[in-house]
């Protein structure tokens, strides 16, 4: 699981990280995001061996960094189910 905040733009400070992530800052801004998850979103991803399943929850809660698994396994279960694409 991690958080993903599509205005956020990482801050390392290689220059080849910062080109990275200023192509992806251009890229998110062309996005059209759907208002419920403009603001971020928990991400959540299975791990184990079965088909990779991807859900979203948002947005954000403030506290999600310091909540007990048991909660973490709630929000999962009712984050909605997102396709996984790849590249």
Do not use: Y
Not at 4 to 28: C, E, H, W
Not at 36 to 58: H, V
Not at 61 to 76: F, G, H, N
Request: aromatic letters at 6%; hydrophobic letters at 35%; a positive charge.
């Amino acid at each position: 699981m991690w958080d993903v905040r599509p205005k956020t733009t990482p801050t390392r400070s290689s220059s080849r990280f910062r080109a990275i992530a200023d192509g992806m800052s251009s890229l998110m801004d062309r996005m059209r995001l759907e208002a419920d998850i403009r603001n971020g979103w928990l991400a959540f991803q299975t791990i184990d061996d079965g088909p990779e399943i991807r859900r979203r929850l948002a947005p954000i809660p403030d506290d999600w960094t310091e909540v007990s698994e048991a909660e973490l396994a709630r929000w999962c279960v009712e984050a909605s189910p997102t396709k996984v694409r790849r590249p």
